[in-house]
């Protein structure tokens, strides 16, 4: 986890109008401890500011999606199709996670959506302080729908809740049908997955039926949906997806 791999230690915000700073993270790491103190002192930090977007999302009606991945499995391929087709209808923002560049960034902003990019430097993930951060400058309004693309990586992302509404898995066919057996974590903490790429299934080796055994066995709740963000085959279940997701979000503010 995060104590193996040094991320954490600083990101770069980029604002919407181009301008940029990083923010450095020395309080956990500044004092003496054992590797499992400082990752549970992590996680629980990141977990209390967590709470506190979620409350705001809450507040707003906003429905927040984490979508996460391996790199290439399509996450922005995804947004783009999903802003152009959706824009007219919803209001949409993206919180862009990448640990340089803002290639992806500036594709959102080309499909047509408001984005802020969030570079994480070395680290393999978003933390909800980098969302709160990129949240006071995208200001995203009320019953609107906020993508989180985090950053392309199976591991880390699984451990780390940014305040969202429900955590989205992407799996491409190219990916092969052993992912969620071997990235258990990822998969059993989300509660959709998307099968992308499924245009490309008859030039690969991939069992549809193998690799929802496998999600099953590892998370028997989570549903799937199978598309192709490219041609747009089954993207219209993914909005129906999000709609049901849009009213439950509005729905829950009141309870």
């Not at 984490?66 to 922005?76: D, E, I, M, R």
């Not at 997955?193 to 030039?203: E, R, S, T, V, W």
């Given at each position: 986890?995060c104590?193996?791999?040094?991320?954490?230690?600083k990101?770069?915000?980029?604002?919407?109008?181009?301008?940029?700073?990083?923010?450095?993270?020395?309080?956990?790491?500044?004092h003496?401890?054992?590797?499992?103190?400082?990752?549970?002192?992590?996680?629980?930090?990141?977990?209390?500011?967590?709470?506190?977007?979620?409350?705001?999302?809450?507040g707003?009606?906003?429905?927040?999606?984490?979508?996460?991945?391996?790199?290439?499995?399509?996450?922005?391929?995804?947004?783009?199709?999903?802003?152009?087709?959706?824009?007219?209808?919803?209001?949409?923002?993206?919180?862009?996670?990448?640990?340089?560049?803002?290639?992806?960034?500036?594709?959102?902003?080309?499909?047509?959506?408001?984005?802020?990019?969030?570079?994480?430097?070395?680290?393999?993930?978003?933390?909800?302080?980098?969302?709160?951060?990129?949240?006071?400058?995208?200001?995203?309004?009320?019953?609107?729908?906020?993508?989180?693309?985090?950053?392309?990586?199976?591991?880390?992302?699984?451990?780390?809740?940014?305040?969202?509404?429900?955590?989205?898995?992407?799996?491409?066919?190219?990916?092969?049908?052993?992912?969620?057996?071997?990235?258990?974590?990822?998969?059993?903490?989300?509660?959709?997955?998307?099968?992308?790429?499924?245009?490309?299934?008859?030039?690969?080796?991939?069992?549809?039926?193998?690799?929802?055994?496998?999600?099953?066995?590892?998370?028997?709740?989570?549903?799937?949906?199978?598309?192709?963000?490219?041609?747009?085959?089954?993207?219209?279940?993914?909005y129906?997806?999000l709609?049901?997701?849009?009213?439950a979000?509005?729905?829950?503010?009141?309870?």
């Amino acid at each position: 986890m995060c104590g193996h791999c040094g991320c954490g230690e600083k990101h770069e915000h980029v604002h919407a109008d181009g301008t940029r700073h990083s923010h450095a993270h020395h309080d956990d790491h500044d004092h003496p401890a054992t590797l499992v103190e400082l990752q549970t002192r992590i996680l629980a930090k990141n977990d209390a500011l967590a709470a506190r977007n979620r409350t705001w999302f809450a507040g707003r009606e906003i429905l927040a999606v984490n979508l996460v991945s391996s790199p290439g499995a399509g996450k922005t391929t995804l947004l783009e199709r999903t802003i152009r087709d959706l824009q007219d209808q919803h209001a949409i923002g993206v919180l862009e996670g990448d640990q340089a560049t803002t290639l992806d960034g500036d594709r959102i902003r080309a499909a047509g959506a408001p984005v802020v990019q969030v570079n994480t430097g070395t680290g393999c993930h978003l933390e909800a302080d980098m969302v709160a951060r990129g949240l006071s400058d995208l200001r995203p309004p009320s019953r609107s729908v906020l993508f989180i693309e985090n950053v392309g990586n199976l591991v880390c992302p699984a451990m780390f809740d940014l305040g969202e509404r429900a955590k989205v898995v992407i799996l491409s066919v190219t990916e092969g049908e052993d992912k969620p057996l071997k990235y258990p974590h990822m998969f059993r903490a989300a509660s959709l997955m998307l099968i992308n790429k499924i245009d490309l299934l008859p030039h690969v080796d991939f069992d549809l039926a193998r690799v929802m055994a496998n999600a099953r066995e590892v998370n028997p709740e989570m549903s799937a949906l199978r598309l192709s963000a490219r041609t747009g085959e089954g993207m219209e279940q993914w909005y129906d997806w999000l709609r049901r997701e849009l009213t439950a979000a509005a729905e829950a503010a009141f309870t």
